[in-house]
């Protein structure tokens, strides 16, 4: 059984750097596209980045591109998000989520498995 779990998430001074984790304690999370989602209060939840099962493509949201990088590593069973610039349009809750399609990697909806999310907040 998939369960993901996201760690990392704190309070943060805007221009810092911050890394996110996501493990499945199943073991499954390496035969999974994975992606980063996260919600601002108030807001839907938006697709962030996503990363295929191999770990050889990668897709980023054009608010985030060039500032995060989204990773894999299959001997831990975790991905990573990298975040680098982080603004106070960054503040929001950060999910991990698993699926099966690259081709709909932005629709939420696509993803089977989620984590419980990890808050992030970006102080100005």
């Known amino acids: 059984q998939v369960h993901l779990v996201e760690t990392g998430g704190r309070m943060i001074e805007a221009g810092a750097s911050l890394r996110l984790s996501c493990r499945d304690s199943?073991?499954?999370?390496?035969?999974?596209?994975m992606g980063w989602f996260r919600q601002a209060p108030g807001k839907e939840r938006e697709f962030v980045a996503a990363?295929?099962?191999?770990?050889?493509?990668?897709a980023y949201s054009d608010a985030v591109k060039d500032r995060f990088t989204i990773s894999r590593e299959k001997d831990e069973n975790k991905m990573y998000l990298q975040m680098e610039s982080l603004s106070a349009d960054d503040t929001g809750v950060y999910y991990c989520?698993?699926?099966?399609?690259?081709?709909?990697?932005?629709?939420?909806?696509?993803?089977?498995?989620w984590g419980q999310g990890t808050q992030v907040t970006v102080s100005s």
């Open positions: 989520a698993g699926g099966h399609s690259w081709f709909e990697r932005e629709d939420p909806w696509r993803y089977n498995y």
């Open positions: 199943g073991r499954f999370l390496n035969n999974l596209v």
């Open positions: 990363i295929s099962q191999g770990g050889g493509s990668t």
